[in-house]
């Protein structure tokens, strides 16, 4: 484990409580969720046996982009 992907880590989780706040509008919550999608593709490139054991991929589809928000029908 790096000490940057366990920083990125410690930034990914103020971001997704930053998305789940109710007081922000919806370009807010859209800045934080690419702030989030940067950090976990930094985290998945710089160190993937730390992004996979911490289940960034997993949580990079449903954080980041949860299959109602991203696909159209």
Not at 25 to 31: C, D, K, L, Q
Not at 40 to 44: A, G, I, N
């Given at each position: 484990m790096s000490l940057q992907s366990a920083q990125y880590l410690r930034q990914?989780?103020?971001l997704k409580a930053d998305?789940?706040?109710s007081k922000l509008?919806?370009?807010?919550?859209?800045?934080s969720?690419?702030?989030l999608q940067d950090l976990?593709?930094?985290?998945?490139v710089?160190?993937?046996e730390?992004?996979?054991?911490?289940?960034?991929?997993?949580?990079?589809?449903?954080?980041v982009c949860p299959v109602s928000?991203?696909?159209?029908?």
């Open positions: 990914a989780e103020v998305m789940t706040d509008g919806p370009a807010e919550v859209w800045t969720r690419q702030a976990y593709q930094k985290m998945l710089t160190d993937l730390y992004a996979l054991d911490k289940k960034v991929e997993q949580d990079l589809g449903t954080s928000h991203c696909y159209t029908k």
